[in-house]
C-alpha cells in the first residue's frame, strides 16, 4: 500500500494518524499494524460486531462474475456522478464502504486523473483481492462498516456504497465539505427473473423508504437515476452470481444446481438499481 493512502488512514484503536514505515502502520500513540503479504491493512479492532464477510468462494465467485462485464452498466454511472461529483475537487480520494473485489472502485479511480482510493471490506479474502488492483492507486484495508471507520475527518471527496452496508454517520464524518456520497440498491425488478425459481433473497418492498431514513440526519439527497438493461446469461454465469450472494449461504449446491436446470439456457434476466447521491446536511 503507498505511504499516501496510510496517510489518510487513522488507528482504530485511539484515531490518532497512521504513518507507513517499512510494511508496518504506526501511530503516534506506538499502536502498529503489519501489512499482510498480499498488501492489505487489517485494521479490524477485537471486538468488532461479529459481522460475516464474503468468504474464498464467494469472492472468487464475485470476481468471476464482474470480469464477464454484466455489471458494467452499474460501474459506467457511477463513473460518471463519481465525475460530475470531483468536478469541484482538483483531486480525489474515493473511498469505497463494503468494496469486495474493488471492482467499482477500480473503474471510478482509473477513470480520471489525479484519483486514489481505499476499498474497506470486512472480509479479508475481499481485502486481498482489493490489494492487488493497483497498490499504487488503491489501498485495500479490512474493517468493520458498522463500528468507526478507520479513515481521517473529511478525506474522501467520493465515498461509495454498493450493495453494502451503509453507516450514516461515520460516512458523513469522513466526506469533505462538498463531498458526494453515492448509493446503489436493488429494485423490485433485480433479478426477478431468478428469485422464485432459485429461492433467492427478496428485495425489501420498503427499500427506498427503508435507505433515507439510513440517511435522514447526516445526508440529503439530491439526485438519483434508475440502471436498468436486460442480460443473457448462460447456466454457468447464473451459478455464481448466485454464489457471489448472501443467497449462496442458505442454498447447497446440489440444490442451486437442479433450480438452475430448469431455466432456459441462456436465460434473460433484469439489472435494475437506483444510484442515488447525496450530500451532507
Excluded at 121 to 142: F, H, L, N, T
Excluded at 174 to 188: D, E, K, M, R, Y
Aim: with cysteine.
Amino acid at each position: 500500500m503507498h505511504p499516501d493512502l496510510v496517510s489518510v488512514l487513522r488507528c482504530p484503536v485511539c484515531g490518532d494518524a497512521l504513518t507507513l514505515t517499512g510494511r508496518t502502520a504506526n501511530c503516534p500513540q506506538r499502536h502498529a499494524y503489519d501489512l499482510a503479504k498480499q498488501g492489505y491493512l487489517n485494521l479490524l479492532p477485537s471486538a468488532s460486531t461479529g459481522i460475516e464477510g464474503d468468504t474464498a468462494e464467494m469472492v472468487q465467485a464475485r470476481e468471476d462474475f464482474l470480469a464477464e462485464g454484466f455489471y458494467s452498466p452499474i460501474r459506467d454511472a457511477l463513473i460518471a456522478a463519481t465525475a460530475e461529483a470531483l468536478d469541484v475537487f482538483n483531486s480525489g480520494l474515493v473511498v469505497e464502504v463494503g468494496a469486495g473485489t474493488g471492482y467499482y472502485l477500480d473503474g471510478v479511480v482509473k477513470a480520471g486523473e489525479k484519483r486514489h482510493g481505499l476499498a474497506l471490506d470486512v472480509s479479508r479474502y475481499a481485502a486481498r483481492r482489493g490489494a492487488k488492483v493497483d497498490p499504487e492507486q488503491i489501498g485495500a484495508v479490512v474493517c468493520d462498516a458498522w463500528r468507526e471507520l478507520p479513515v481521517r475527518d473529511e478525506a474522501a471527496q467520493v465515498v461509495l456504497n454498493v450493495f453494502a452496508p451503509r453507516n450514516a454517520s461515520e460516512m458523513a464524518r469522513i466526506l469533505a465539505p462538498g463531498g458526494s456520497l453515492l448509493v446503489v440498491t436493488p429494485n423490485q425488478a433485480h433479478l426477478a427473473e431468478l428469485v422464485a425459481v432459485l429461492g433467492l433473497v427478496r428485495v425489501d418492498e420498503e427499500k427506498e423508504r427503508r435507505l433515507t431514513e439510513s440517511l435522514a440526519g447526516s445526508f440529503q439527497k439530491i439526485g438519483s437515476e434508475v440502471v436498468e438493461v436486460a442480460m443473457r446469461l448462460d447456466h454457468a454465469a447464473v451459478e455464481r452470481l448466485v454464489a457471489m450472494t448472501p443467497s449462496a449461504r442458505h442454498t447447497s449446491k446440489a440444490e442451486l444446481a437442479e433450480r438452475i436446470a430448469v431455466l432456459a439456457d441462456p436465460v434473460r434476466v433484469t439489472l435494475s438499481v437506483t444510484l442515488s447521491v447525496w450530500q451532507t446536511v
